[in-house]
């Protein structure tokens, strides 16, 4: 294949849970005909008898920086000195401008430049030019400030945005080939970011799913007693499941009770098992932790109504999947989420932070089976519609095209 087909991702964490629709997007893109190599900054999220078939293959094909040892990785950077003691130097005092004077802030950014120095070794290895990153942008910022390549990234949400001087976003803009974004919430942040010469480098190329991976479920009897509620989240401050928690509360002293099924694990899960039962709903509550897919679908069998508390976020794939599963779902106005969900067509949104709200949108659906039955429906129209995996990925390979080859047409056969 042409050299000019191949293509790096760098990914901060591959595979991992939470980040299975990159896993996706890659064998997808390798489908269309594009020669994908992937380096992951920290191993796999599970240990490899927890991997899916797929992530196994990916785990496999896929370069390691934290897998290496430290004497390899110092060996690599004398190399990389003793080649082009310039560069070298050049790479490094911009990382340490970048870091400022914090003495947390440089020992962070150092171990930064080691990494870069390593995937800028291999991506020469390989023959390869350019280097799209996920969650790991600024290493892919100093490789490329200290070797000859260009490079993307792309933007999903909350971390990336919430503080764009820590996370140097202005800069990452202003050296980036292009900028995707999956929502256009997300780009118009980005806007704010930087100049308005700038602005054309921004690039809203939305995510998806496989609708048919996520068939829509079997009811349960309108007249289930407790309603089964599911949230699926990093559990930490940001998420808001606290708010939940409180509107699950609120809903047993209306003679509503719910069971409450949270996915996910993070720095808040004690204080979020003591807060429920501060609130008298320990028994009402299970903290299910991580889960592999197959418990996770299993939950998803189960669940009456889908609800997302958070405070900050993109576009979250749990959403495509609880809709493309006919679950309706109740999320919070903000960010890219209005996007996905058309209030009381799709789903139900509520004003963030309003735990009243919440509350009541939660209630709403719960005292009409024939609305979320048709919010259900409906929501698996939407996803169909503008959120199949296939098709957004097809858009995104031709992003690429033109981006990085200059092509107009789709991807290669």
Partial sequence: MNSKSKLLYLIGQFPAIN?????????????????????????????????????????????????????????????????????????L??????????????????????EAVVVGRRMRDLG???????????????????????????????????????????ERIQSARFVRSISLHGRGHLMLSCERSQWPK?????????ASEFPPKGKRPPD?????????????????????????????????????????????????????????????????????????????????????????EGIPMVLMEAMALEIPCVAPRISGIPELIEHRVDGLLFAVADVDDLTQSIRTLLDSPELRQRIGRQAREKVLREYDMASNTARFAAVLEKQLYGEQSGARQ
């Fill in 128 to 170: 390869i030019a350019h280097v799209h990153a996920s969650f790991s942008a600024t290493v892919a910022l100093i490789a490329a400030k200290t070797f000859p390549l260009t490079w993307s990234f792309g933007v999903y949400g909350f971390g990336e945005l919430h503080d764009p001087v820590a996370t140097h976003l202005t």
């Fill in 224 to 312: 289930s007693s407790p309603a089964r509620l599911l949230c699926v989240g990093r559990l930490s401050q940001e998420k808001g499941q606290s708010l939940l928690l409180e509107a699950v509360a609120s809903l047993a002293a209306q003679a509503h009770p719910v069971q409450l099924h949270i996915v996910g694990d993070g720095p808040d899960r004690r204080w979020l098992e003591n807060y429920a039962n501060q609130l008298g709903m320990s028994a009402n509550v299970v903290f299910e932790g991580w889960v592999d897919q197959n418990r996770l679908m299993a939950l998803y069998s189960e669940t009456d109504i889908f609800v997302l508390p958070s405070l900050a």
């Fill in 93 to 114: 005092m911009f990382t340490l401008g970048l870091a400022g004077i914090a003495p947390r802030r440089v020992l962070y950014h150092l171990a930064y430049f080691a």
């Fill in 19 to 91: 980040h299975g629709y990159l896993l996706a997007e890659i064998r997808h893109l390798r489908r269309l005909g594009f020669d994908i190599d992937v380096i992951s900054v920290s191993p796999p999220d599970r240990p490899v008898t927890e991997l899916t078939e797929a992530e196994r293959e990916e785990a496999a094909r896929t370069y390691c920086v934290k897998s290496l040892s430290a004497a390899r990785i110092a060996l690599l950077h004398a190399a990389e000195f003793l080649r082009s003691p310039w560069r070298y130097f050049r790479g």
């Fill in 202 to 210: 921004l690039l809203y190329s939305p995510l998806g799913i496989d």
